[in-house]
Each structure stands twice: as structure tokens, then as C-alpha cells.
Antibody, heavy 118, light 107 residues
Framework: QVQLQESGPGLVKPSETLSLTCTVS????????WNWIRQPPGKGLEWIGY???????NYKPSLTSRVTMSVDTSKNQFSLRLSSVTAADTAVYYC????????????WGQGTLVTVSS | DIQMTQSPSSLSASVGDRVTITCRAS??????LNWYQQKPGKAPKVLLY???TLQSGVPSRFSASGSGTDFTLTISSLQPEDFATYYC?????????FGQGTRLEIE
């Protein structure tokens, strides 16, 4: 059974960089795209972007200037960095696996709340 | 970006009721439409993908249909564990986008 687990600071100061890592267990990171999705408190889901196991990326255009994703296949991990954060970036951040065609999210991490506050 | 619009935004129903949630895409997405269920404090869980394919382990009271721009999710006989928020999501184009959610509450 594939499991995903997010890790990283729960509190980030405004203008600083949010950094999260997702560790994948129970399966290989190869062959899939690995996504970050966030959900502000009480609101809906927003896709941030994905990274393939090969390292190629696809980011939401409105976040492209601030987002960097990376993958470490040797550790079965992938990571998110979001720079210049503001209070609007406060959310539960999920890492998730997307299948090949027909492209749906089949596994999710439990989510981690990141609060942007001084 | 492809906009996904769900209706209703919230719905009150009783155990045993049949309920339908609709999702409309701002442009044709063929059958690249997925449905997720989310309970408070939990990650979403896929119910159906490719517009109508039931995910393994999901009860058969859940069904869905549609193609192009108009899609529906139907729960044939509501069970207590079905009270949750439901999201549609398109995977035709990036950025991937979700509907705003439909909150299903006990009447």
C-alpha cells in the first residue's frame, strides 16, 4: 500500500520560503507524477504543480515565479519550495500521486498545515 | 485555465435519499473528470475517475456520468458515512482545477 507523508515547518514568516518534503513508502517514485495541492482553511482545493520522477515539472502559472519542486529518487522523496510567502499561502498542503492516463489522484498524504505569520 | 463549477454548493439530505451533484467545465474536457470525497480533517479520496469509472473499493451506490462539459455524480441511497464534501476535478489540461465543492449535510 502506497503511503505519502509530508514533513516540514508548520510556521513560516511572511516573505520567507516555505519548504516541505513528501516521503513515499510502499512503492517506487518512478513512473508517476508527484503533486502538491493546498487547501486554505475552510476553502477548496488548489493544485500547485507536479514533478515527474524524471525531474520534469509543471507548475500552476500564477505560482510559477515562486514555486520550485525537486525529486530525490534515491530517497523516494519529492519537495516543494514556495518563496516570498504571505498570509494568503496559509493552507493545508497535501502531497499526492497522479496516475498516468486517465490522470487522477489516487494517493494523498494526510496533509500538513502551514501557517504564515510573524 | 479550465473553470469547474459545481452545483449546488451545499445540499441537505436524509439517509436513504438519492442525490445528484453536477459539475460543469468551462470548455470541453472529454471524460477527463474525477470525483473526490473529503471528510473534515482528512485528505480527499477518489471515488470515480474518467467520468464514470468506480475506484476499487468504493461502494456501488456511487455512480457518475457525463462527457464534454457536463457531468453528474449520483449517490443512489445515502448512508451516514456519505455526509462529506465532494469535489470534481478536471485532468484534461494543466493547471489541474477543482470545482468549489459541494457540502452534503444531514437534513
Amino acid at each position: 500500500q502506497v503511503q505519502l507523508q509530508e514533513s516540514g515547518p508548520g510556521l513560516v514568516k511572511p516573505s520567507e520560503t516555505l519548504s516541505l518534503t513528501c516521503t513515499v513508502s510502499g512503492g517506487s517514485i518512478s513512473g508517476y507524477s508527484w503533486n502538491w495541492i493546498r487547501q486554505p482553511p475552510g476553502k477548496g482545493l488548489e493544485w500547485i504543480g507536479y514533478i515527474y520522477y524524471s525531474g520534469s515539472t509543471n507548475y500552476k502559472p500564477s505560482l510559477t515565479s515562486r514555486v520550485t519542486m525537486s525529486v530525490d529518487t534515491s530517497k523516494n522523496q519529492f519537495s516543494l519550495r514556495l518563496s516570498s510567502v504571505t498570509a494568503a499561502d496559509t493552507a493545508v498542503y497535501y502531497c499526492a500521486r497522479k496516475t498516468g492516463k486517465p490522470y487522477y489522484i489516487d494517493y494523498w498524504g494526510q496533509g500538513t498545515l502551514v501557517t504564515v505569520s510573524s | 485555465d479550465i473553470q469547474m463549477t459545481q452545483s449546488p454548493s451545499s445540499l441537505s439530505a436524509s439517509v436513504g435519499d438519492r442525490v445528484t451533484i453536477t459539475c460543469r467545465a468551462s470548455q470541453s474536457i472529454s471524460t477527463y473528470l474525477n470525483w473526490y470525497q473529503q471528510k473534515p480533517g482528512k485528505a480527499p479520496k477518489v471515488l470515480l475517475y474518467a467520468a464514470s469509472t468506480l475506484q476499487s473499493g468504493v461502494p456501488s451506490r456511487f455512480s457518475a456520468s457525463g462527457s464534454g462539459t457536463d457531468f453528474t455524480l449520483t449517490i443512489s441511497s445515502l448512508q451516514p458515512e456519505d455526509f462529506a464534501t465532494y469535489y470534481c476535478q478536471q485532468s484534461s489540461n494543466t493547471p489541474l482545477t477543482f470545482g468549489q465543492g459541494t457540502r452534503l449535510e444531514i437534513e
